[in-house]
């Protein structure tokens, strides 16, 4: 009974603040679509609006063709994963898991089964029992996903579900959580400042800062081609150099960075955005060359260090201060002059920020 | 976000708040009043009755007598009070858990009974002055709450603080006076405040040590009611008043009204 | 100096304190009843076969029960909507609450002699509307006891349960709403029951504080509405029948400790974090 969700123009505000900023979005029937985002750009707040605890001040919210934007939370058959749990303390476990069904009237012996179900199949069938005081940080969160698992719901939203966690409980619950998600076959929306965790368990990650979303993609798409500056630096890309495309030069733009420098890039491997734009790459993506080579952007190399398959260094370059890896079979010297050669397929040319 | 509250609720509320209020602004208005009988609204505005409390000397003499009881009752307690909450707090281990409930028995024990007993075995048994009689018991009620209220301040001590300042040489005697109660000021001061005014207050164990030249306040106020029926009850009444906001007002600036919510 | 021996020295003043200004006369107290020569129970046997006696247990018993009540009831409603209320407004209703509470008794006892009094304001009032002709006489009688007795423990009831239903957090109420629960349910299965160990903390409070309060019952209940506070001190002095006023001490101490310990053993039972 999984349904898509979609999210249209949503405008919420907090008194007179403004939270969220025409915010739309789609997630497909069974796929696991995550907010991931620093702290106060709004994640939680889209997912209290989804749940019905937070009404927008404009837009729609829809659950398969339902329109949910004015009904009440209760009303709204949601599964919701909170980050402190929320497991009711004057219950056992087997209450907790059975809440939701109870208050569809669902009978006795139906209700028993279901939660007995649910309880093993979250591996919990020793501690039906115990109330949740007495229950570890990773079992509390075990009947936290049973409870909103068993009212086998259309859509299922985590806040931060794992942030409590130690890190490798944590590892091994986001493969849980996206195992029974996939088993379902349930519509999901998870929230996550983790970026690893959130590339890991999704089908699609949106990038929101502000209340807005930057990009939402596959986490291969946001890893490799970031559409933006936010969503560049977000995942990685550590050098933005701004540049300006001054000329043609036969089958390349020929682009100039501050200090007057100039590169060519060849236009079978770059799509230049616009006459400014920003060229990003992750340190990687930049690789250390003798002086005498002539492609690339000249720097003095400075302090260097070893990171495993390669040499980082930094590099002083009449565009500022850049890091870039060298091979490692020969290292350079600190102080050397060098060429820094683009490595195409991880370099994006993104659109300066307006 | 909005959870909405039941109208009717709200319209509970207000009614209980006015419930809570308006028989004080009764007392404040009454003590305005220029007739010779209690009335509200007040039928004229005069001070008069405020400056007839310090014509009778019965009000001014209890008035002394509660302020410098509540205050040495109150000291006293905290003098015995502290060292307790110190040492529950310090060495929880080496004192048996009961030890709390030992100083919450004032509590427990109806004050009334107290003051009964108090009177029955130290003023007429022992012979003890009745003013003194009166000091220890006042200062047994407030015991509680100079325990409770230091000691919850105590328990959000880190007494490393304290091991740090013996261990850079500070005799442990100075380090409590030099480190800890600098830390715990916020916890003494609002113990001592609600000390005070509950020992301002009393009535039932004061009620059985009072005699010919010792009395307090309430006591006199008691007194005073069953005579007569004029606004200078009500004026003493809004004194009283004075002192509560007074002592809110202190309250608030070291733990904060909503201290008294947990 | 070891540690336990600090610990011990320090808490000494205290536990003589209380050990000998309160464990040795109330105990005193209690030897007195003992000691009739007609046999230790005969002053029991006595103020259990007195009518008027058993009249002022019960009586004193039923204000205190309903007083409970009713205050738990106000309480609970006012403290619910406090808690919900924007800061601002929340900490302005804390203030109004714990105002009268930190007033004395005889000035809150006091209002009440003025407002129901004979010639009172709510006689002038209901007179001046017309709803009466003559001036109703409801001081001295157990309503006006009750009345006084709910002002005075309404504020301790609400600031209570403001705390405890302060210390419920949003996320429960949040969650049970998202497995379907109507408000109403989540009410009467989350927040009712996770709130019970408080409120019987706070109505303990309110029932032993009404049982052995003596200035209101004194001056809104008089001769003709005794209640154990104002009966006790009627013995002791004005009658001198001190052995009869440690006999209600007594069975003052033990209605009070039986409550507290039945009530704490429950609230403890009940409380959901005990597991
Ligand atoms: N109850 C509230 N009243 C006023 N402002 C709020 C409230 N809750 C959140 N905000 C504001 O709304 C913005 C978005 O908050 P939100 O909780 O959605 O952030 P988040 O992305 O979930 O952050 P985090 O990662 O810290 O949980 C923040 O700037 C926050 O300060
Ligand atoms: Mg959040």
Redesign the interface.
């Given at each position: 009974m999984t349904q898509s969700l979609t999210l249209e123009n949503i405008n919420a505000h907090y008194g007179t603040t403004q939270v969220l900023e025409d915010l739309s979005l789609h997630i497909a029937e069974g796929e696991l679509v995550s907010l991931l985002g620093s702290s106060g750009c709004g994640k939680t707040t889209t997912l209290r609006l989804v749940a019905g605890f937070l009404e927008p001040t404009s837009g729609s919210i829809k659950l398969g063709d339902r329109d949910l934007t004015r009904l009440p939370a209760h009303a709204r058959d949601i599964g919701l994963v909170f980050q402190t749990y929320a497991l009711f303390p004057h219950l056992t476990v087997r209450d907790n898991v059975g809440f939701g069904l109870k208050q569809r009237n669902i009978s006795g012996a139906e209700r028993k089964k279901r939660v007995d179900t649910m309880i093993e199949r979250v591996g919990l069938g020793e501690l039906a029992d115990r109330h949740p005081a007495n229950l570890s940080g990773g079992q509390r969160q075990r009947v936290a996903l049973a409870r909103a698992l068993v009212i086998d719901p259309p859509l299922l939203m985590f806040d931060e579900p794992l942030s409590n966690l130690d890190a490798k409980l944590r590892v091994d619950m986001r493969v849980e959580i996206r195992r029974l998600q996939q088993a379902n076959g349930t519509t999901a929306l998870y929230v996550t400042h983790d970026q690893e965790e959130a590339f890991s368990i999704s089908d699609r990650v949106a990038i929101m800062k502000g209340g807005k979303i930057m990009q939402l993609d596959t986490p291969e798409v946001l890893y490799s081609r970031p559409a933006n500056a936010f969503v560049a630096d977000f995942v990685g890309f550590d050098n933005m150099i701004e540049m300006e495309a001054i000329a043609e030069a036969g089958d390349a733009v020929r682009a100039q960075m501050a200090g007057g420098v100039q590169i060519d890039l060849p236009k079978s491997q770059f799509t230049i955005p616009s006459k400014k734009f920003l060229f990003a790459t992750r340190p990687e993506g930049l690789l250390v060359e003798p002086e005498t080579s002539g492609f690339g952007i000249p720097a003095e190399l400075g302090m260097r260090t070893y990171i495993g398959r390669a040499y980082q260094y930094h590099c002083e370059t009449a565009a500022g201060v850049v890091m870039a890896n060298g091979p490692q079979a020969t290292p350079f010297e600190s102080g050397s002059a060098a060429m820094l050669v683009p490595q195409p397929e991880q370099c994006c040319l993104l659109p300066t920020e307006s | 976000?909005k959870?909405r509250?039941h109208p009717v609720?709200?319209v509970?509320?207000v009614l209980?708040?006015l419930?809570?209020?308006g028989?004080?602004v009764?007392?404040i208005g009454?003590a305005l009043s220029d007739t010779t009988?209690?009335?509200?609204p007040p039928q004229g505005l005069t001070l008069h009755w405020f400056t007839n409390i310090f014509e009778i000397s019965a009000f001014t003499r209890t008035m002394g007598t509660s302020f410098m009881l509540a205050v040495a009752g109150t000291t006293l307690s905290m003098?015995?009070?502290i060292?307790?909450a110190?040492?529950?707090a310090?060495?929880r281990i080496?004192?048996p858990a009961f030890?709390g409930n030992?100083?919450v028995?004032?509590i427990?024990?109806?004050?009334?009974?107290?003051g009964?007993?108090?009177?029955?075995?130290?003023a007429s048994?022992f012979g003890l002055p009745i003013s003194l009689a009166l000091l220890?018991?006042h200062?047994?009620i407030v015991?509680p709450y100079t325990?409770r209220v230091v000691g919850a301040s105590l328990n959000s001590f880190d007494f490393s603080i304290e091991e740090a300042a013996v261990s850079l040489g500070c005799p442990r005697i100075k380090a409590f006076f030099t480190v800890v109660l600098p830390n715990i000021r916020a916890g003494i001061i609002a113990g001592f405040i609600l000390a005070f005014?509950t020992s301002?207050?009393d009535?039932?164990i004061s009620?059985?040590l009072t005699g010919p030249g010792v009395s307090t306040l309430?006591i006199q106020?008691?007194a005073h009611?069953e005579q007569f029926?004029d606004p200078t009850?009500?004026s003493v009444?809004v004194l009283?008043?004075g002192v509560?906001?007074a002592?809110?007002a202190v309250v608030e600036r070291t733990l904060g009204?909503?201290f008294?919510?947990? | 100096m070891s540690n336990r021996l600090r610990a011990w020295l320090l808490a000494t003043p205290a536990i003589l304190l209380v050990f000998i200004f309160l464990g040795l006369p109330v105990l005193a107290t209690f030897a007195t009843t003992f000691g009739d020569p007609k046999g230790p129970f005969s002053t029991y046997a006595a103020f259990f076969n007195s009518r008027f006696r058993m009249t002022v247990l019960w009586r004193t018993m039923e204000v205190a029960l309903v007083t409970t009540i009713i205050s738990v009831a106000i309480g609970f409603c006012t403290a619910w909507v406090v808690a919900r209320m924007p800061g601002r407004i929340k900490s302005l209703l804390i203030i109004a609450a714990v105002f009268p509470l930190l007033t004395g008794v005889v000035v809150r006892s006091f209002a009440w002699l003025v407002i129901l009094g004979k010639n009172g304001i709510l006689n002038n009032f209901l007179i001046k509307i017309g709803a009466i002709a003559e001036p109703l006489s409801m001081l001295y009688t157990q309503g006006s006891v009750i009345v006084a007795m709910v002002y005075l423990f309404v504020p301790l009831m609400i600031l209570t349960l403001v705390g405890v239903l302060e210390g419920i957090p949003q996320d429960m109420t949040d969650a049970a709403a998202s497995l379907g629960a109507t408000p109403a349910a989540t009410f009467r299965q989350v927040v009712l029951p996770m709130a019970v160990p408080g409120l019987i903390v706070g109505a303990v409070l309110v029932f032993t504080g009404s049982f052995t309060s003596y200035a209101t019952p004194q001056l809104l209940g008089g001769e003709r509405q005794m209640m154990m506070g104002t009966f006790l001190y009627q013995r002791a002095m004005v009658t001198f029948d001190w052995v009869g006023a440690s006999t209600i001490a007594a069975v003052m101490v033990v209605v009070t400790l039986t409550t507290v310990l039945i009530m704490s053993k429950v609230a403890r039972k009940l409380n959901p974090m005990a597991g």
């Amino acid at each position: 009974m999984t349904q898509s969700l979609t999210l249209e123009n949503i405008n919420a505000h907090y008194g007179t603040t403004q939270v969220l900023e025409d915010l739309s979005l789609h997630i497909a029937e069974g796929e696991l679509v995550s907010l991931l985002g620093s702290s106060g750009c709004g994640k939680t707040t889209t997912l209290r609006l989804v749940a019905g605890f937070l009404e927008p001040t404009s837009g729609s919210i829809k659950l398969g063709d339902r329109d949910l934007t004015r009904l009440p939370a209760h009303a709204r058959d949601i599964g919701l994963v909170f980050q402190t749990y929320a497991l009711f303390p004057h219950l056992t476990v087997r209450d907790n898991v059975g809440f939701g069904l109870k208050q569809r009237n669902i009978s006795g012996a139906e209700r028993k089964k279901r939660v007995d179900t649910m309880i093993e199949r979250v591996g919990l069938g020793e501690l039906a029992d115990r109330h949740p005081a007495n229950l570890s940080g990773g079992q509390r969160q075990r009947v936290a996903l049973a409870r909103a698992l068993v009212i086998d719901p259309p859509l299922l939203m985590f806040d931060e579900p794992l942030s409590n966690l130690d890190a490798k409980l944590r590892v091994d619950m986001r493969v849980e959580i996206r195992r029974l998600q996939q088993a379902n076959g349930t519509t999901a929306l998870y929230v996550t400042h983790d970026q690893e965790e959130a590339f890991s368990i999704s089908d699609r990650v949106a990038i929101m800062k502000g209340g807005k979303i930057m990009q939402l993609d596959t986490p291969e798409v946001l890893y490799s081609r970031p559409a933006n500056a936010f969503v560049a630096d977000f995942v990685g890309f550590d050098n933005m150099i701004e540049m300006e495309a001054i000329a043609e030069a036969g089958d390349a733009v020929r682009a100039q960075m501050a200090g007057g420098v100039q590169i060519d890039l060849p236009k079978s491997q770059f799509t230049i955005p616009s006459k400014k734009f920003l060229f990003a790459t992750r340190p990687e993506g930049l690789l250390v060359e003798p002086e005498t080579s002539g492609f690339g952007i000249p720097a003095e190399l400075g302090m260097r260090t070893y990171i495993g398959r390669a040499y980082q260094y930094h590099c002083e370059t009449a565009a500022g201060v850049v890091m870039a890896n060298g091979p490692q079979a020969t290292p350079f010297e600190s102080g050397s002059a060098a060429m820094l050669v683009p490595q195409p397929e991880q370099c994006c040319l993104l659109p300066t920020e307006s | 976000m909005k959870t909405r509250i039941h109208p009717v609720l709200i319209v509970l509320t207000v009614l209980t708040f006015l419930f809570l209020l308006g028989p004080l602004v009764v007392i404040i208005g009454s003590a305005l009043s220029d007739t010779t009988y209690l009335t509200f609204p007040p039928q004229g505005l005069t001070l008069h009755w405020f400056t007839n409390i310090f014509e009778i000397s019965a009000f001014t003499r209890t008035m002394g007598t509660s302020f410098m009881l509540a205050v040495a009752g109150t000291t006293l307690s905290m003098l015995i009070g502290i060292p307790a909450a110190y040492a529950m707090a310090r060495y929880r281990i080496e004192l048996p858990a009961f030890l709390g409930n030992v100083f919450v028995l004032p509590i427990l024990i109806p004050e009334i009974v107290l003051g009964f007993s108090l009177m029955k075995s130290l003023a007429s048994g022992f012979g003890l002055p009745i003013s003194l009689a009166l000091l220890v018991g006042h200062a047994l009620i407030v015991l509680p709450y100079t325990v409770r209220v230091v000691g919850a301040s105590l328990n959000s001590f880190d007494f490393s603080i304290e091991e740090a300042a013996v261990s850079l040489g500070c005799p442990r005697i100075k380090a409590f006076f030099t480190v800890v109660l600098p830390n715990i000021r916020a916890g003494i001061i609002a113990g001592f405040i609600l000390a005070f005014i509950t020992s301002l207050n009393d009535v039932s164990i004061s009620i059985f040590l009072t005699g010919p030249g010792v009395s307090t306040l309430p006591i006199q106020l008691l007194a005073h009611m069953e005579q007569f029926f004029d606004p200078t009850i009500a004026s003493v009444s809004v004194l009283l008043m004075g002192v509560t906001v007074a002592v809110m007002a202190v309250v608030e600036r070291t733990l904060g009204l909503t201290f008294l919510t947990k | 100096m070891s540690n336990r021996l600090r610990a011990w020295l320090l808490a000494t003043p205290a536990i003589l304190l209380v050990f000998i200004f309160l464990g040795l006369p109330v105990l005193a107290t209690f030897a007195t009843t003992f000691g009739d020569p007609k046999g230790p129970f005969s002053t029991y046997a006595a103020f259990f076969n007195s009518r008027f006696r058993m009249t002022v247990l019960w009586r004193t018993m039923e204000v205190a029960l309903v007083t409970t009540i009713i205050s738990v009831a106000i309480g609970f409603c006012t403290a619910w909507v406090v808690a919900r209320m924007p800061g601002r407004i929340k900490s302005l209703l804390i203030i109004a609450a714990v105002f009268p509470l930190l007033t004395g008794v005889v000035v809150r006892s006091f209002a009440w002699l003025v407002i129901l009094g004979k010639n009172g304001i709510l006689n002038n009032f209901l007179i001046k509307i017309g709803a009466i002709a003559e001036p109703l006489s409801m001081l001295y009688t157990q309503g006006s006891v009750i009345v006084a007795m709910v002002y005075l423990f309404v504020p301790l009831m609400i600031l209570t349960l403001v705390g405890v239903l302060e210390g419920i957090p949003q996320d429960m109420t949040d969650a049970a709403a998202s497995l379907g629960a109507t408000p109403a349910a989540t009410f009467r299965q989350v927040v009712l029951p996770m709130a019970v160990p408080g409120l019987i903390v706070g109505a303990v409070l309110v029932f032993t504080g009404s049982f052995t309060s003596y200035a209101t019952p004194q001056l809104l209940g008089g001769e003709r509405q005794m209640m154990m506070g104002t009966f006790l001190y009627q013995r002791a002095m004005v009658t001198f029948d001190w052995v009869g006023a440690s006999t209600i001490a007594a069975v003052m101490v033990v209605v009070t400790l039986t409550t507290v310990l039945i009530m704490s053993k429950v609230a403890r039972k009940l409380n959901p974090m005990a597991g």
